[in-house]
């Protein structure tokens, strides 16, 4: 499975996002599906998850109410809408998709935000 994201960028304090993972090489409907961030220096945090079959979504406090994660198995892509941003929420975005003991990463996409 290839992950590559795109959507980044740079964006003032209270604006928003969208961040998009295009998937290949295997179907998508039976991954569950994470974006993950990194600030140098500090490790990866998952940001939110959301399920294969029943589509549960899961964030992490810091992005409860701002951020939303959906997914389309047909077009094969997650995707990290982000609201409401803070300078906090500036890191590199990575999508991540695990299907039982297989994992798989995007490279990343850079967040950056700034006044």
């Known amino acids: 499975l290839r992950l590559v994201e795109s959507g980044g960028g740079s964006v003032k304090p209270g604006g928003s996002l969208t961040l998009s993972c295009q998937a290949s090489?295997?179907?998508?409907?039976?991954?569950?599906l994470r974006w993950y961030r990194q600030v140098s220096g500090k490790e990866r945090e998952s940001v939110a998850r959301?399920?294969?079959?029943?589509?549960?979504?899961h964030y992490a406090d810091f992005v409860k109410g701002r951020f939303i994660i959906s997914r389309d198995n047909l077009k094969m892509t997650v995707t990290l809408q982000m609201n409401a941003l803070t300078p906090d929420d500036t890191a590199v975005y990575y999508c991540y998709a695990r299907r039982y003991n297989n994992e798989y990463w995007g490279r990343g996409t850079q967040v950056t935000v700034s006044s």
């Open positions: 090489g295997f179907g998508l409907s039976s991954f569950e």
């Open positions: 959301i399920a294969s079959v029943t589509g549960y979504t």
